[in-house]
C-alpha cells in the first residue's frame, strides 16, 4: 500500500487520504489554491501531482507541457543516464522556462515545499530538478539554514538595546491583515496565520546569551572610576603636612597665659584686695529663711551636680551650711544623680574640721533615687516607701515598729521637712526638683520652702521661677557671687577672699579679652580695606 | 594629712596638669585623662546601682518582707528580667512590656510636672504682673511692676514673631500682616540676643569658677609640699 508523507507532521498516511490522520492537515495541494500556487510551473512537481492525484487535465494542459510529459513517459519506459538529460538543461526546459516571466528567483521563491511526494520515489533532486535550479535551491535552503543560525546566536540591534538598557517595553503586536498568505496545511488560504510549512516546525537550537553583561561605554567609565576610587581607598595616603606652631596656637596660648596669670596673681600675691558684694535679694531671703528655722529644723538636701562644677556648688554652698549647721539643722542628703551621694558625703566631711557632725544624728545620706522624675515624683509622695535604707544600708525611717535614725526622726511625707535645699548645676534637672515640687509645696497650709544653690549659668532659667508670683523658688543662692553675698550678710568670715579676688580679676580679664577681640574683628579688616582703598587711590 | 590624702591629692595635681595638657592640642598624656575619668565614672554608677539599688530594693525585700510583700516585690524582678531580652533581636518584643511601661510613666510625670510645674504657673505669673486692684494706689512700685509686665509681654510676643512658621507669599510685596511680623521678630531677635548674652556669662563665671578652684588646687599642693619639704 502506498503511502504519503504529511506536509505538516511528517509522518506517514495512506495515499487515499485527503487529511492526515495525526495532524488533519491537506496530505494533497487544494485545487483552489492560490493564485500563486497555480503560477507554479515546476515540471517535475507537476508530473507528481498528475500521477497522484490523477487529474485529467489534458485538457488543460499546455501543448509545451504535454510535450514534456510525452518525454517523460518515454524516459520512464526507457530509463535513461540522467546525467545525460540533465546535462541539457536548456534543452529540455527552455520552452517552458520561457512561458515563466523569465525571472528565476521569483519562480523559485513561488515554489510550494508543502507539495507532497511519494516516498517510493524519493526526491532525488538531482535527478528530477536540473541541475541549476537544484543548486540554486539548495543555496538559498543553505543561505536561510546560515541565517537562521545567525540569527540565532547574535541577538538584534533591537534585542541587544533592550539588554543594555533594560527596556521592558512590550513587544510589537503582529500585523494579522498583513503577511503572506499561508498555502499549505489546514490554514491554507489565509493571511496572517503561523506558518504550517515543516521548517517552522523544525526544532531548533535554544537561544543562547552571552553571559558577560553587556555595559555601555559611560557604563563602562562610571565602572572604571569606582574601581579606581575603591583602589584608592585602601591606599594609604600621606598626611597633610601640619605647621608646628600655627597663628590660632599663638592666639590660644596667649589668651591662656593673659587669663591664668590674671587669676594666679591674686592667689599668690594679695590677700581679699576686692571687696564681697553688699546685697543679693536671693541670697538676702534665703538668710532670712534659715533664721526663721525651728531648732532641729530637719531639712532636705539634694546634692544633684557634676564634680566638674563641685568647686563653684562647694563655695557658694559653704556659707549657708556654715549658717544651717549653726541653727541646728538636722540634715538629711538626697541625689537623683549617680555621683551625687559622694559629692554629698564630701561636702559634708569638709565641715568635720570645724564642727563635728554625727552621722545618723545630725545627718543621713539617703544616697541615689533611680528613675530620674518618676523616681523624684516617687519620693515626694511616700520617702519612706521609696527609699527605706540609708546609702550604709541602715534603716533610715522611724515606724511604728521599729526606731529609725534621730535626723529623720518625725518625718512620713516630704512636708514634714521645714526646708528643701537643692544644689544643681544642670538646668533640666532644676527645673525637674521644682516642677515635682512646686505642686505639693504651693500651698499656703504648707510651711516647706524650697531654696536653691545653683551655678551661674542656671540664672536665667531658675530666676523666673523665683521671681514669679505665686513663688515656687523661696530662696535662691547663684554661683560665687551669691554664696560671697551670703557670706556677707550673715556675718560670716571664713569665704574664700583669695577665690573671690581671682574670680574678680579673672571675671575682668575675660570681659577684656572679649572687647578687644570684638573690636578687632570689626576694627582689623576695616583698616585693611581703608589700607587697600588708599593704595588704589595712590595708584 | 595622712597617707591616703596624700596619694589622693598627688593624682588630682598629676590629672589636673595632663588635662591642662589639652592647651598644646589633642595628645596622648589627655587622653589618657579622658579614659580613665569615664571608666572610673562608669565603675562607681555600676557599685552604687548594685548596691544602692538592685541589692537593697530588688532581691532583699524577697527575702525580708511578708508573703504578700514577697510576691509584690516579684513583680519589678520579672519586669526587670523581661529587659534582658532586648539583648536578642529575636526576643527583643518580650521587652516591649517593660519598656513600654518605663516609657509612658516618664512621659506621664514629665508632661504632668511640666503643665502643673511650670507652663500654667509661669502663663499666670505673667498675667498676675497686670493685676492692679482698682482700690490700689498707684505707687513707685507698681509702676515698677507694669513696667515689667509689659517688658516680659513685648519680650515673649516678639520672640515668638521671631520664631514664626509661616511662608511667605509668592507676591514681590509683603502684606501689611508680613510687615508687622517682621518688625516684631526685629525686636524679638534683640531680645534673644540679650537672652544668649545673659546665658553665656553664666557659663563664663561658672567655667571661670572651676578654672579657679583648680588652680587654687594646684597652688595649695604646690605649697604644702615646699613646706614639707622645707619643714
Redesign the interface.
Known sequence: MEEIYCPQCGKTNPIDNKFCDFCLAHLHPQEGGSADSESISVPGIGENQNGLGGHDSDSNVPDWLSELQQSKEVENEEPLDSDSELGKPADAISDWMTGVSGDGEATIGEFSPAAPFLPDQEINESQDIPHWLNDALIEEETQDLLEDERLEEVPSASEEKDVSQGDSSPPKIRDETSGDRENAGPLAGLKGVLSAEPGAARVRKPRTYSAKLKVSTSQRAHIDLLNSLLEDEGQPQPLPQRRSISQQ?ML??GI?LV??MA??WP??FTNQEMPLPDYDEGSAEVNRLISQLPENARVLVGFDFEP?????LD?AAKPVFDHLLSEGALLTLISTS??G??LAERFIQSFQADQLLIYGLEYVNL??I?????GL?SFIENPQGTI??T?D?LVAWETDERNGLPATAGISQITDYSMIILLV?DPDTA??W??????TI?NPQVLTSLVLIT??????VVR?YYE???Q?VNGLVV???GGAAYARISGGDDF?G??WD??GM??FV?ALLILVGGLGYYVIPELSRTARGQEKVKR | MNLADWIGAFLGFVLTLLVFSY???DNPLFRITLHMFIGV?AG??AV??IY??IL??LFVPIFINNSSQQILSLFPLILAGLLFSKISPRFAFIGNLPMSYLVG??AA??IG??V???LI??V??SM?LFAVQSNQAFDASVGLRLVNGIIILIGTVATLAYFQFGKYSQASEKTQFQTWIDGLGQIGQVFIAL?FG??F??????A?????????FL?DFIRDILGLLIG
Open positions: 596656637h590660644r596660648w591662656a587669663l591664668l587669676i594666679l592667689i599668690v566638674g562644677l563641685a568647686a563653684e563655695t549617680p555621683s551621694p559622694i544616697g541615689y533611680p528613675g530620674g522624675a518618676v515624683l527605706p535604707f546609702i544600708g548645676d527645673r525637674m521644682i516642677e515635682q515640687l512646686s505642686p504651693i551655678s551661674a549659668q542656671l540664672e536665667p523666673p514669679s508670683s505665686p515656687p554661683g560665687l557671687r574664700p583669695k577665690f581671682a574670680f579673672g571675671t575675660a | 592647651l598644646i592640642g565614672s562607681f554608677v552604687v546601682a544602692n539599688i537593697p530594693r510613666v516618664s510625670a514629665a510636672g511640666a502643673t510645674g511650670t504657673p509661669q499666670l505669673a498676675n537672652t545673659f546665658l556669662a553664666g557659663i563664663l563665671s561658672a571661670l569658677t572651676a578654672l579657679i578652684g583648680r588652680v587654687l597652688v
